[in-house]
């Protein structure tokens, strides 16, 4: 099996030789196996010299290719056309990105059960804060609880991939698509999209990982830098969102379950405290425009796969919001429920009562029917502590949570309290919202850090 592994590079110093290294390191023979197509995107660091001294290293393996910057697409498109002929399977690493060592040996054992063109491996975070790192799953790592299988995206809509690193495509169905250079952010989720909607299959590499890298001390980096540019808004829309919705019509007569579960969880992102930048780099007519344009992708999305996402309510009230109201954006909130909803928050730390918190998902000035949140442990009963906001929540300046609207319950544990009921009670009835066991959530946790930062050793 001959592999071909395409990574673009600018400025990369830190990381680039940590990278490298990754492939160099496979348990699947590198000399044998594998070639590195190292794309130098007119860096301006040491981060060329480190590249040529790989090649000189291993001239059969390692090629370097220099351009004036042009940004990822540019690069990738010159790795790709740059491929041996000989080559199986083309994979793509950022230049401060991990693989794990079984990555190459597990994909070559995958491929003798399975003909799929597209292979993903599971996807970790390795966030650094300068003094430690730690590392946690990506929230589509749920596709790998069944082990390593292959996805059909018309029977799993859910099993969504957008995201190019350690995603491995077969070089005979790669060379029908090319990466849009007219996009600097966005280019790999289109091309991801396209490929899959024409093959409609990939396979998951569970016991596999690609670890990315984030500086969480730096301020900078391309996904945050990119809101701060015009074209990630309506051109976006106009050249991603919209060219999934056409292909998906053309090739399945509608657009399918999978791209509506794939725009819906993608277009969230705009309302997320990251996107700060929307009335700083929009004028008021761009923003009409934008909203406009983002409202009737969204239909076509449906409130069905609004509502189901995985994502705070106040995100989905935005989103609907702009379905319902289109422009100018005025902010409903949905009907609220008898029973509060809430999200789960657990901090422990040794040495320290553990805390949980109830995060309310909804706009609430009072508990609903004079209601009150308890919480239940073999000693007893105890109420939790209300806190209220102390400051607005806004999307796009728009005010979404008020300042006095309750925000969460807190519930400071005693130490011999290990198991805690927590219930919302009114004068009626007492109703169960969440069960925590302190320990077993303590001991999962700490197994899963250790099980995770063994296997990226």
């Known amino acids: 099996m001959k592999f071909a592994i395409i990574m673009p590079f600018y400025n990369a110093e830190k990381r680039l030789g940590l990278s490298i290294d990754s492939i160099i390191k ?23 010299t480190i590249a040529k001294r790989y090649e000189e290293k291993y001239p059969d393996n390692i090629r370097v290719f220099e351009m004036p910057n042009g940004g990822p697409a540019k690069a990738r498109n010159i790795g790709i056309h740059n491929v041996q002929e000989n080559t199986d399977f083309v994979g793509f690493l950022d230049a401060d990105d991990i693989l794990s060592s079984n990555m190459l040996g597990n994909i070559a054992a995958f491929l003798e059960q399975s003909d799929v063109s597209m292979l993903v491996p599971a996807f970790y975070y390795l966030d650094d804060f300068g003094e430690k790192q730690k590392i946690s799953p990506h929230k589509l790592n749920y596709r790998f609880m069944q082990g390593n299988r292959v996805v059909n995206i018309e029977e799993e809509p859910l099993a969504i991939h957008f995201y190019i690193g350690g995603t491995f495509l077969r070089y005979e169905s790669l060379k029908e698509f090319s990466f849009d250079e007219t996009l600097h952010f966005g280019e790999d989720q289109l091309l991801i999209t396209q490929f899959l909607l024409e093959n409609h299959t990939y396979g998951l590499i569970a016991d596999a990982g690609y670890y990315y890298y984030r ?19 309506t051109p976006f829309l106009q050249k991603v969102y919209q060219t999934y ?12 379950p999978y791209v509506k579960n794939l725009i819906a969880y993608h277009a969230k992102l705009f309302f997320y405290k990251e996107n700060v930048y929307f009335n700083e780099v929009l004028s008021e007519a761009e923003q009409k425009v934008f909203v406009l344009e983002l409202q009737q992708i969204l239909k076509e999305v449906e409130t069905s796969t609004i509502l189901a996402l995985d994502t705070p309510l106040v995100v989905k009230e935005m989103m609907l919001s702009i379905v319902q109201n289109g422009w100018p954006v005025q902010f409903e909130t949905l009907p609220l429920k008898g029973i509060p909803l809430v999200s789960i928050k657990e901090n422990y730390k040794i040495g320290k009562p553990a805390v949980i918190e109830l995060i309310f998902e909804e706009q609430l000035n009072t508990l609903p029917n004079a209601g009150q949140i308890v919480a239940v442990t073999r000693f007893g009963e105890s109420s939790a502590k209300i806190v209220t906001r102390k400051t607005e929540q806004k999307i796009w300046d728009i005010i979404v949570r008020k300042t006095g609207a309750i925000e969460r319950a807190v519930f400071k544990l005693k130490p011999y309290q290990s198991k805690v009921h927590f219930f919302f009670k009114d004068d009626t009835k007492k109703t169960s919202i969440v069960e925590v066991h302190v320990m ?18």
């Open 215 to 233: 500086d969480m001390k730096g301020k900078n980096s391309l996904v945050s830098s990119s809101w701060k540019k015009p074209e990630r808004y």
């Open 26 to 48: 496979q348990s699947y023979s590198f000399v044998k196996h594998v070639e590195v197509l190292l794309i130098n995107d007119g860096s301006m660091d040491s981060s060329g």
């Open 245 to 256: 919705l056409v292909t998906s019509k053309e090739k399945f007569g509608v657009v399918i």
């Open 440 to 457: 077993k959530s303590l001991l999962g946790k700490v197994k899963r850090n250790i099980k995770l930062k063994r296997d990226l050793k």
